[in-house]
């Protein structure tokens, strides 16, 4: 990959990010987390709110995937094959968010939706960079989130939305595990491949410290999902 090919915007605490990626007229798109929609825990606002960003997360897994499949054609075959199969697990998700979205009266562009996950992963030009931070990192996250998510929606007395997060964490299992694998298998075999991997880990974090609004930072801990996480290939004692 040349990164000089790449567009890129900077946004709050100077930080460069890779341009965003295309969305319909409907969106209104914000590059600051502050900018987001907040409406009171629990109320159906805020409800579809997040649906409509987990559509748009899923959407952005499956960008990040896909453009990881064009600019890294030397990959190993494998890898190759679970990033395609990946792609065709976050379309799905994406499609079941959507549809749940619109059952509950929501529509496409009702709040502003931001790319920030796209926006930092797609700056790495490793492909163990990438899946660093996306896979292991975001991804891994996302088994705590939807953990609680399906949590949430149940005590909403939402079951049908807790049943279709319920589904996409058995899915965002393998996204992680292949992720854990590779890197296991890198460790053992060519650990120097390795260094991107914790170059990524380290630059995210200087990164997302700069992204995140002070008021932010003040969220709630999520509970780890120890069994998910171990299912995805993390020793966890
Ligand atoms: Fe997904
Ligand atoms: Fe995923």
Do not use: Y
């Not at 990010?17 to 907040?38: H, K, N, S």
């Not at 054609?73 to 494998?78: K, V």
């Not at 991804?139 to 996409?168: N, Q, R, Y």
Request: include cysteine; glycine fraction near 6%.
């Amino acid at each position: 990959m040349d990164s000089a090919d790449i567009g890129t915007i900077t946004v709050r605490g100077g930080v460069t990010l890779r341009a965003g990626p295309a969305r319909e007229p409907c969106f209104r798109i914000v590059t600051d987390q502050a900018d987001m929609a907040r409406f009171p825990e629990g109320s159906p606002e805020h409800r579809r709110e997040m649906l409509h960003g987990d559509v748009n997360e899923e959407v952005q897994s499956l960008e990040i995937a896909a453009q990881s499949l064009a600019d890294f054609p030397d990959a190993p075959w494998d890898i190759r094959f679970h990033l395609a199969r990946q792609c065709w697990d976050e379309v799905r998700h994406a499609r079941a968010f959507l549809r749940r979205l619109i059952e509950l009266g929501g529509r496409k562009g009702e709040f502003p939706i931001i790319n920030q996950e796209w926006g930092v992963v797609c700056m790495f030009d490793s492909l163990v960079g990438r899946l660093a931070v996306q896979n292991r990192l975001f991804e891994g996250g996302s088994l705590d989130v939807f953990k609680e998510g399906v949590a949430a929606w149940t005590a909403w007395g939402d079951h049908v939305t807790a049943e279709i997060m319920d589904a996409v964490v058995a899915d965002e299992v393998q996204h992680v595990r292949f992720a854990n694998d590779w890197f296991e298998r890198l460790r053992k075999e060519e650990p120097r491949a390795l260094l991107k991997a914790i170059a990524a880990m380290d630059a995210l974090r200087v990164r997302a410290a700069a992204l995140t609004p002070p008021e932010m930072k003040m969220a709630h801990e999520i509970p780890i999902n120890v069994e998910d996480r171990r299912d995805a290939g993390f020793a966890i004692e």
